[in-house]
């Protein structure tokens, strides 16, 4: 049970490329979501997916995009990346307990993506 | 989401109880308390959550004091593999997702 995959573990970009964070979940859950670490500093939620088919803006949205591809796979895209997107991302998964219940499923995380933009 | 309020740092000996405080004062009835650690260079872990009752795993215990507005994260006997970010979390679910904030959290050295 391999529980949330993120690939690639480390890249570096430079100032204006693109890429494509990827993050699977084998758990079944149906709530995915993307933070950023600065260094010394805790994470920041950047997008969430509620459920198949939504997302939704956390608290640092800007400079990226996310495509909630299928149930397993939520994926985070730097279109044009900045230095100061140099940060370890991080994805998490939850379970949602049916509607109308208060949904307090745990968050598993992945182990990050390290991303260096010279 | 109610703040919540932690040390910044704080020592334990191997083989001790490690007692983590966490203040949420502002916290809502219907809002639980989550407890997460990060060691280094790793996602968060999830340790342990709950409402108002104490709860207790195979990881830790959470003592939530009957008002609600602080709670106390305990390792019962802390190893050296336990040193750790340790963040409290104060959040209610949702139909938008669970989504949680994280504050500064508790860097935790466990000492041989």
């Known amino acids: 049970n391999a529980g949330v995959t993120q690939t690639p573990k480390f890249q570096v970009l430079k100032t204006g490329q693109s890429m494509t964070l990827q993050c699977a979940q084998d758990?079944?859950?149906?709530?995915m979501y993307w933070y950023r670490q600065d260094p010394g500093m805790g994470l920041r939620l950047i997008y969430y997916?509620?459920?198949?088919?939504?997302?939704d803006k956390g608290e640092v949205p800007n400079g990226y995009n996310v495509s909630r591809l299928n149930k397993r796979e939520f994926s985070l895209r730097l279109e044009s990346a900045a230095p100061s997107q140099t940060s370890v991302y991080f994805c998490?998964?939850?379970?949602?307990?049916?509607?109308?219940?208060?949904?307090?499923?745990?968050?598993?995380f992945g182990n990050g993506t390290r991303l260096t933009v010279t | 989401d109610a703040k919540t309020t932690q040390p910044p740092s704080m020592d334990c000996a191997e083989g001790r109880a490690a007692n983590l405080p966490c203040n949420h004062s502002?916290?809502?009835?219907?809002?639980?308390v989550y407890w997460y650690r990060q060691i280094h260079s790793q996602g968060p872990q999830y340790i342990i959550h709950?409402?108002?009752n104490n709860e207790t795993n195979e990881m830790a215990s959470l003592i939530i004091t009957e008002d609600r507005k602080s709670s106390t994260l305990i390792l019962p006997h802390a190893t050296l593999r336990d040193t750790a970010v340790y963040y409290c979390?104060?959040?209610?679910?949702?139909?938008?997702?669970?989504?949680?904030?994280f504050g500064g959290g508790t860097r935790v050295l466990v000492k041989p």
């Open positions: 998490a998964s939850s379970a949602r307990t049916g509607r109308g219940a208060s949904y307090n499923s745990p968050l598993h």
């Open positions: 758990m079944n859950h149906n709530s």
């Open positions: 997916s509620a459920s198949e088919g939504t997302t």
């Open positions: 502002t916290i809502s009835g219907n809002e639980y």
């Open positions: 709950g409402l108002k």
């Open positions: 979390i104060v959040r209610v679910g949702g139909a938008a997702g669970n989504k949680l904030t």
